[in-house]
């Protein structure tokens, strides 16, 4: 079964960075779009970034040009580099992705999220 599992989440003041990172694990022919969302508590999870299997790229108008997204398909991952990070960006952050299995299903796959919380 394809996994995603994210990493890089933490603890940061205003101002600071993080760069958030998720590896897709499991029987993947190949990675389709990929995309970072976020849910603060209390909130709807909401789009931060996407990037197509061709590499272009959508923000969020929150995003501001301070995070950038990116991917390596030859490790199975998908990059988002935070910066100029605000309290308002506390949440929880959760990478999602369409993928083919080598069985030639397509699907999309969540995983568990990684919690980013920024102190004034």
């Known amino acids: 079964q394809v996994q995603l599992v994210e990493s890089g989440g933490g603890l940061v003041q205003t101002g600071g960075s993080l760069r958030l990172s998720c590896v897709a694990s499991g029987p993947i022919s190949m990675l389709g779009n990929m995309w970072w969302y976020r849910q603060a508590p209390g909130k709807q999870r909401e789009l931060v970034a996407e990037i197509t299997t061709g590499g272009r790229t959508k923000y969020a108008d929150f995003v501001k040009a301070r995070f950038t997204i990116s991917r390596d398909d030859a490790k199975h991952t998908v990059s988002l580099q935070l910066a100029m990070l605000e309290p308002a960006d506390t949440a929880r952050y959760y990478c999602?992705?369409?993928?083919?299995?080598?069985?030639?299903?397509?699907?999309?796959?969540w995983g568990q999220g990684t919690q980013v919380t920024v102190s004034s």
């Open positions: 999602n992705s369409d993928a083919v299995t080598v069985g030639g299903v397509p699907s999309n796959y």
